[in-house]
C-alpha cells in the first residue's frame, strides 16, 4: 500500500494569461456601439413589414444604408428580420373570433416565411469560408433598437438576444 502524495504546484495562471491575446477583439467583449450608419432595427422592420413576406428579400432590408463589411450587413439584415418574425407572431386580442383564427393563420405562414428567408441568408453567408471573427461579427454585432424618448439609444448586442426572445 503506497502512500499518495499530492503535487503541491498550482496552475500558472500568470501564464496562461500572458498566452492570451491582448487586442481582443471579439464584438461581444467590444465597447463599441452599433455602427454609425445603421438605423434602428425596429424603423427598418417597419419599412419591410409593409411587403409581403413571401417577397422580401436581403437587399429590400439592406437596400440604402452602407456597411463596413458583409458580415456587418449580413447581421443587421438578420437582426431586422428576427425582429419582424418576432412582431408577426404577436396577434391582438379581438372578440372576432374568426379574424382571430385568420389572423393566427397569417402568422403562421408569415414566421414560417421568414423562417426561410432567414435560413437561406445564413446559409448562403457560410457557403463560403468565413473566418472565426465574421461569424462572431454576425451573430453579436450591437444595432439600435429603439431610442427611450430621453436621447439615450437602446442597443442589443447581436442577433443572438433576438433569438432568446421568442
Known amino acids: 500500500m503506497g502512500t499518495r502524495t499530492r503535487s503541491k504546484t498550482r496552475p500558472n495562471w500568470s501564464a496562461a494569461i500572458s498566452v492570451m491575446d491582448s487586442d481582443e477583439s471579439t464584438p461581444l ?3 463599441n456601439g452599433p455602427p454609425a ?3 434602428s432595427i425596429p424603423a427598418v422592420s417597419r419599412r419591410v413589414a409593409a411587403l409581403d413576406a413571401s417577397q422580401i428579400r436581403l437587399e429590400d432590408v439592406v437596400n440604402g444604408f452602407e456597411f463596413d463589411n458583409h458580415p456587418t ?3 443587421f439584415a438578420l437582426a431586422v428580420l428576427l425582429h419582424l418574425r418576432k412582431e408577426k407572431k404577436r396577434i391582438h386580442p ?6 382571430l383564427w385568420l389572423a393566427h393563420k397569417a402568422a403562421i405562414r408569415d414566421t414560417d416565411t421568414l423562417d426561410n428567408l432567414l ?3 445564413w446559409n448562403l453567408f457560410l457557403a463560403e469560408y468565413r473566418s472565426v471573427h465574421d461569424i462572431r461579427t454576425v451573430l453579436w454585432t450591437s444595432f439600435s ?3 427611450d424618448g430621453c436621447g439615450n439609444i437602446e442597443t442589443r448586442r447581436g442577433m443572438m ?3 432568446l426572445v421568442d
Request: glycine share 8%; net charge negative.
Open 119 to 121: 435560413d437561406d441568408i
Open 29 to 31: 467583449l467590444s465597447s
Open 145 to 147: 433598437v429603439g431610442d
Open 161 to 163: 438576444c433576438f433569438l
Open 94 to 99: 379581438s372578440s372576432d373570433l374568426y379574424g
Open 37 to 39: 450608419q445603421a438605423p
Open 73 to 75: 450587413e449580413v447581421s
